[in-house]
T-cell receptor
Framework: AQTVTQSQPEMSVQEAETVTLSCTYDTSESDYYLFWYKQPPSRQMILVIRQEAYKQQNATENRFSVNFQKAAKSFSLKISDSQLGDAAMYFCAYYDKVIFGPGTSLSVIP | DTGVSQDPRHKITKRGQNVTFRCDPISEHNRLYWYRQTLGQGPEFLTYFQNEAQLEKSRLLSDRFSAERPKGSFSTLEIQRTEQGDSAMYLC???????????????FGEGSWLTVV
């Protein structure tokens, strides 16, 4: 069975600085998708970024980028130039039926 | 398109009562997922459908839980004989999946909060 692990329950970052959130997963599949989702307090879950496992190039979306290491089964999220609006729970997720990690609560310090 | 909608958004029920939640996915989406989320935790997978077929059901889902998607459009999640441990947010999501590994983006509804007293 697939599993997703996020080893950092809480993280904090100074506004305008960079922070990296960690995620590891376990699967026997060779072709799959990985996602980072953001869930602000009492708000809807929204997609931050996605990565196809067959692509070697790391995905990038504006200030968000990933470091995908397929052999190590690692999928970290880097947030550059952190903004107050980035404060939220961040969940790493594995597709097919979408298995979520336990989440990392990110605080942004003004 | 209005996105994934869930109803009701909040439900308070007495222990032992039955509750039903409805989810309307994005209209062209063929996949529909149900998750349960408690405060401070990640969403736990419950079940998912491709069109009207229920492809997988989590072992977390006891016999008191049942989900349907009769015409491949909206879905219902029913909880019978509710217990206090059922108190959680029930999330619905949908996607357009061309195959098992198509990995298209999953869109979430705002969730249905259940409180069992």
């Amino acid at each position: 069975a697939q599993t997703v692990t996020q080893s950092q329950p809480e993280m904090s970052v100074q506004e305008a600085e960079t922070v990296t959130l960690s995620c590891t997963y376990d699967t026997s599949e060779s072709d799959y998708y990985l996602f980072w989702y953001k869930q602000p307090p009492s708000r809807q879950m929204i997609l931050v970024i996605r990565q196809e496992a067959y692509k070697q190039q790391n995905a990038t979306e504006n200030r968000f980028s990933v470091n995908f290491q397929k052999a190590a089964k690692s999928f970290s999220l880097k947030i550059s130039d952190s903004q107050l609006g980035d404060a939220a729970m961040y969940f790493c997720a594995y597709y097919d039926k979408v298995i979520f990690g336990p989440g990392t609560s990110l605080s942004v310090i003004p | 398109d209005t996105g994934v909608s869930q109803d009701p958004r909040h439900k308070i029920t007495k222990r032992g009562q039955n509750v039903t939640f409805r989810c309307d996915p994005i209209s062209e989406h063929n996949r529909l997922y149900w998750y349960r989320q408690t405060l401070g935790q990640g969403p736990e997978f419950l079940t998912y459908f491709q069109n009207e077929a229920q492809l997988e059901k989590s072992r977390l889902l006891s016999d008191r839980f049942s989900a349907e998607r009769p015409k491949g459009s909206f879905s219902t999640l029913e909880i019978q004989r509710t217990e206090q441990g059922d108190s959680a947010m029930y999330l619905c999501a949908s996607s357009l999946a061309a195959g098992p590994n198509s990995g298209n983006t999953i869109y979430f509804g705002e969730g249905s909060w259940l409180t069992v007293v």
